[in-house]
């Protein structure tokens, strides 16, 4: 059984799509229906459903997908074992990020590149919950996400940072009150808040809902460089996390507003997955989040 069909079988039930699964793996897709089909002679089993196009799994290979997945994550981690014993680690870090953490992806790719000049690193935006999908996937090596909501299992974590908010508006618009907002006073403005599937915008709707407030958003998006584009083009306010101003920084048509909090409400860390023996590539990202959790924030 080779690991090359292996690789393209688990692409494919990733993509669900036989050409895009192709293009992933810079094969045709000729050659990749071919090494499914010898994998299933192999196996004497069918594992893909399709017609002249993918419908699905079979039985069989839903059973297969994850025992795939972890055959190749192993050969992966072997090759890291072997590599690291030469010094720096050599090849591709894939990092999931939720969009309330996307500032932080730039300390954590300069500690990583600067110990591991070899690698390069693959940064997706991904939702909490499928940061932890693609980790127990083994389709990432790291993601960086909330800790404390909806606390992700079976992984080892590192906190960065505790989360804290503001309020942002279009100078120009209804001005807002001197010193730190309130929950109710945010609450006041036409907003645009990160839709209901990410958990920073379900944080937001705890907190104003404590607050007597009901988040009912004028328009939602599912990133805050879409938010902010609406904020200084719509009309709209939006509250998002404290870590973003350092890139609205000097621009002359935003107005930052802190939010009344009397504690952060969350961490946000770094976090592998929970497993023996620890892929290096796994340990180096939370050598990087010890380092940089440790430094100030610019």
Same mark, same amino acid.
């Given at each position: 059984?080779? *690991?090359?069909?292996?690789?393209?079988?688990?692409? *494919?039930?990733?993509?669900?799509?036989?050409?895009?699964?192709?293009?992933?793996?810079?094969?045709?897709?000729?050659?990749?229906?071919?090494?499914?089909?010898?994998?299933?002679?192999?196996?004497?089993?069918?594992?893909?459903? =399709?017609?002249? =196009?993918?419908?699905?799994?079979?039985?069989?290979?839903?059973?297969?997908?994850?025992?795939?997945?972890?055959?190749?994550? +192993?050969? !992966?981690?072997?090759?890291?074992?072997?590599?690291?014993? #030469?010094?720096?680690?050599? /090849?591709?870090?894939?990092?999931?990020?939720?969009?309330?953490? %996307?500032? !932080?992806? @730039?300390?954590?790719?300069?500690?990583?590149?600067?110990?591991?000049? @070899?690698?390069?690193?693959?940064?997706?935006?991904?939702?909490?919950?499928?940061?932890?999908?693609?980790?127990?996937?083994?389709?990432?090596?790291?993601?960086?996400?909330?800790? #404390?909501?909806?606390?992700?299992?079976?992984?080892?974590?590192?906190?960065?940072?505790?989360?804290?908010?503001?309020?942002?508006?279009?100078? /120009?618009?209804?001005?807002?009150?001197?010193?730190?907002?309130?929950?109710? !006073?945010?609450?006041?403005?036409?907003?645009?808040?990160?839709?209901? /599937?990410?958990?920073? =915008?379900?944080? *937001?709707? /705890?907190?104003?809902?404590?607050?007597?407030?009901?988040?009912?958003?004028?328009?939602? +998006?599912?990133?805050?460089? %879409?938010?902010?584009?609406?904020?200084?083009? @719509?009309?709209?306010?939006?509250?998002?996390?404290?870590?973003?101003?350092?890139?609205?920084?000097?621009?002359?048509?935003?107005?930052?507003?802190?939010?009344?909090?009397?504690?952060?409400?969350?961490?946000?860390?770094?976090?592998?997955?929970?497993?023996?023996?620890? #892929?290096?590539? %796994? %340990?180096?990202?939370?050598?990087?989040?010890?380092?940089?959790? !440790? *430094?100030?924030?610019?």
């Amino acid at each position: 059984m080779q *690991l090359r069909a292996l690789r393209y079988f688990v692409t *494919l039930a990733r993509e669900q799509h036989f050409a895009l699964a192709a293009e992933a793996c810079g094969v045709t897709q000729p050659t990749l229906s071919s090494a499914i089909a010898s994998l299933e002679s192999q196996l004497g089993k069918r594992l893909v459903e =399709r017609d002249r =196009r993918f419908i699905g799994l079979t039985q069989e290979g839903r059973a297969m997908l994850p025992w795939a997945q972890q055959l190749l994550a +192993a050969h !992966e981690s072997m090759v890291h074992a072997v590599d690291a014993l #030469d010094g720096p680690l050599h /090849g591709e870090f894939r990092l999931g990020v939720i969009p309330a953490a %996307a500032p !932080e992806t @730039g300390r954590f790719t300069e500690a990583l590149l600067h110990t591991h000049p @070899g690698m390069t690193i693959s940064v997706r935006s991904q939702t909490s919950r499928e940061i932890v999908r693609s980790i127990e996937a083994f389709e990432i090596d790291a993601g960086i996400t909330y800790l #404390d909501h909806e606390s992700p299992s079976s992984v080892i974590s590192v906190p960065l940072y505790a989360e804290t908010y503001v309020f942002v508006m279009a100078r /120009g618009n209804k001005p807002p009150p001197t010193g730190q907002m309130s929950w109710q !006073e945010a609450g006041h403005y036409p907003l645009c808040l990160l839709h209901q /599937g990410m958990q920073n =915008r379900r944080i *937001l709707d /705890g907190l104003m809902r404590d607050s007597g407030v009901a988040a009912t958003p004028r328009a939602t +998006a599912d990133s805050y460089v %879409a938010l902010l584009a609406m904020v200084r083009s @719509g009309g709209l306010a939006t509250v998002m996390p404290e870590r973003y101003t350092g890139l609205i920084k000097g621009a002359d048509w935003a107005s930052v507003h802190p939010l009344a909090m009397e504690t952060p409400v969350s961490r946000i860390g770094l976090i592998v997955g929970d497993r023996a023996p620890l #892929d290096p590539v %796994a %340990a180096a990202a939370l050598g990087c989040a010890r380092t940089i959790a !440790e *430094l100030p924030f610019d």
